[in-house]
C-alpha cells in the first residue's frame, strides 16, 4: 500500500485527494493534513441574517478548464445544486471619470458604443505586429505593443485587476494570460490566434456539461462552498485538521511530514498545496535555492465586504464593475451577487454586493481595520451605485497574502524549483494556486492532470 500525504485541505488538495482516493481506492493510504480547523481554504460560504454571501471565490468559468469543475461535481453527484448566471450577468461595466461606463455586449455595440472608439484600430494594429523575441514579459509592455498603451490601461489593467488584483506592469503575460502569449507565439498575432481558436474548439460529451456551457459561469445553490464541504465529508477519514507542518523529510533514507505537535507522518509521496510564502521557510537550511525561489512568488492581501439589503437598492443589472488602477479609486470594484445569481436570494427585493478593497496597489493595506474597510465599500456604493441607505447586513473578510503574484519570469522560476526537486527530492510535488493558475478551475484541472500522472 503507497502512503501519500497531501498538505493543505483547500480545493487543490481536497480535489487531488478525491480524485486518488477515486482511481487508487484502498491500495492507497491518504492523509490531507490541514493547518486549521476547517477545510476549503479561500472558499468560504456564509450565511447572515438570511443573506448568502460570498467571502472568497463565487463562481467558475464554464469553458477551459471548467469543464473538470463541472466534471468533478457529476462524480460528487451534485449536478442538481448547480445553478447558472442569470442572462443579465453578460453586462459588465467599468468606471471611467467617475460614471460607469456598460462593456459592449454584440459586434453593433463594439464597433459604434463610444467606449471602444480605438479598439478596432487597435485589433487591426496587432495584425502587423511581429512576435517577441523575450521568454517573457509584463502584461503591460505585452498589451502596449501589440495594442497600445489605451488598451492596456482602460480595458485589461480593470480585468487583471478582477483575477490578481496585481499590477500589470509587474505582471507575467506568460503565466497569467497564457493563451495571449501562445497565440503570439504560435499564430504571430492574437487576434489571428483567437479566430483560429474558435474554429477549432472542441465539445465534450456530457450532456450535463453541454448543458451549464450554454451559460458563461455557474456556482452552487448554497454557495461555491457547497463544493468543498461536499468533498471533506466524501474524504472526512482521511483529513487531519489543526496540523501545522514543522518540518518536511525528503532523504533517500526517509520520506515524512513533521508537525509541530511533534506527530510525525511517513510517506511515499508528498503533494504540496501550501502557499510558496509558507513552504519557503521549511527549506531554509535545507535547500537555499528553493527557498529564494519561492520567495520570488509573493502574494497580495484582499479585503472583501458583502453588503446586503432587503430591498432592490440597486438600481442596473448586470454582473458588477472593475475600476482601472488610473482612476486612484480606493476600490478594485465590485460584484452584484443578487443580480448575477438571483436563485440564491432570500427575499424577492433583496440586494447583495460584494466590494473588493487591498492588492498590489494598497501599500498601506495593513493600517486598515476591518471598520475601516466596511466605510470605504459604503462610500464607494454610495458615489458609484447612488445607494444611500444603510445595508441591512453587512459582512467584512481580510485573507491576507491570498493572491499569488505571478510576476514576470514566474513560469521559469517554477521549473527552477520544480527541476530541483526532481533531482534532490523526488517525491515531493508542488501543487496549489501559488504555481499553475489561482482560479478554482486550474486547481481542479490541474489536479487531475497529476493523479493521471501519478504511477505506482
Not at 482511481?23 to 493534513?33: A, D, E, N, P, Q
Request: hydrophobic share 40%; charged share 25%.
Amino acid at each position: 500500500m503507497k502512503r501519500i500525504i497531501i498538505l493543505g485541505a483547500g480545493v487543490s488538495g481536497l480535489s487531488l485527494g478525491w480524485f486518488l482516493k477515486r482511481r487508487f481506492g484502498s491500495r492507497i493510504s491518504l492523509h490531507i493534513l490541514e493547518k486549521s480547523h476547517r477545510a476549503g481554504g479561500w472558499i468560504q460560504s456564509t450565511r447572515k441574517e438570511g443573506f448568502l454571501f460570498e467571502q472568497g471565490p463565487r463562481s467558475c468559468r464554464t469553458r477551459g478548464s471548467g469543464v473538470e469543475t463541472l466534471k468533478l461535481i457529476e462524480q460528487l453527484g451534485l449536478e442538481d445544486e448547480v445553478i447558472v448566471a442569470d442572462p443579465s450577468a453578460h453586462y459588465r461595466y467599468l468606471l471611467l471619470n467617475k460614471k460607469l461606463r456598460r462593456l459592449p455586449t454584440g459586434p453593433l455595440s463594439f464597433l459604434f458604443a463610444p467606449l471602444m472608439w480605438g479598439v478596432v484600430p487597435a485589433f487591426i494594429r496587432d495584425l502587423f505586429v511581429r512576435r517577441s523575441k523575450e521568454e517573457d514579459e509584463s502584461i503591460y509592455h505585452f498589451i502596449k505593443r501589440r495594442f497600445g498603451s489605451s488598451m492596456a490601461e482602460k480595458f485589461i489593467d480593470p480585468l487583471t485587476t478582477g483575477i490578481y488584483a496585481g499590477d500589470i506592469q509587474k505582471l507575467s503575460i506568460k503565466s497569467c494570460f497564457p493563451l495571449l502569449h501562445e497565440f503570439e507565439q504560435q499564430g504571430g498575432s492574437v487576434v489571428r490566434g483567437m479566430l483560429k481558436k474558435r474554429k477549432n474548439r472542441k465539445h465534450t460529451s456530457s450532456k450535463f456539461v453541454q448543458e451549464i456551457k450554454r451559460a458563461s459561469i455557474f456556482s452552487l445553490k448554497g454557495g461555491m462552498e457547497d463544493l468543498t464541504e461536499e468533498l471533506s465529508y466524501r474524504l472526512d477519514d482521511n483529513i487531519v485538521y489543526s496540523s501545522e507542518v514543522k518540518a518536511i523529510h525528503c532523504t533517500p533514507m526517509r520520506t515524512a511530514v513533521e508537525l509541530e505537535n511533534g506527530t510525525a507522518f511517513e510517506a511515499d509521496h508528498i503533494f504540496s498545496t501550501m502557499p510558496a510564502h509558507s513552504l519557503a521557510p521549511l527549506f531554509q537550511n535545507v535547500h537555499e535555492e528553493i527557498t529564494k525561489h519561492l520567495l520570488g512568488i509573493p502574494s497580495v492581501s484582499i479585503a472583501t465586504v458583502n453588503l446586503g439589503y432587503h430591498n432592490k437598492a440597486l438600481k442596473k443589472k448586470g454582473f458588477g464593475y472593475l475600476i482601472p488602477s488610473k482612476e486612484k479609486e480606493d476600490i478594485l470594484g465590485a460584484v452584484w451577487d443578487s443580480s448575477v445569481f438571483p436563485q440564491q436570494n432570500q427575499l424577492r427585493e433583496e440586494t447583495r454586493l460584494t466590494v473588493m478593497i487591498g492588492g498590489a496597489h494598497m501599500a498601506d493595506f495593513e493600517t486598515y481595520s476591518e471598520d475601516d474597510f466596511l466605510e470605504i465599500a459604503t462610500s464607494a456604493v454610495q458615489r458609484h451605485l447612488g445607494i444611500q441607505i444603510t445595508p441591512n447586513a453587512s459582512l467584512v473578510k481580510v485573507s491576507r497574502q491570498a493572491i499569488p503574484q505571478y510576476l514576470v519570469g514566474h513560469s521559469s522560476r517554477v521549473s527552477k524549483i520544480e527541476d530541483i526537486l526532481s533531482r534532490v527530492f523526488p517525491k515531493l510535488t508542488l501543487h496549489g494556486s501559488s504555481f499553475h493558475g489561482v482560479s478554482v478551475n486550474d486547481c481542479i484541472a490541474n489536479s487531475k492532470r497529476l493523479e493521471e500522472a501519478l504511477k505506482f
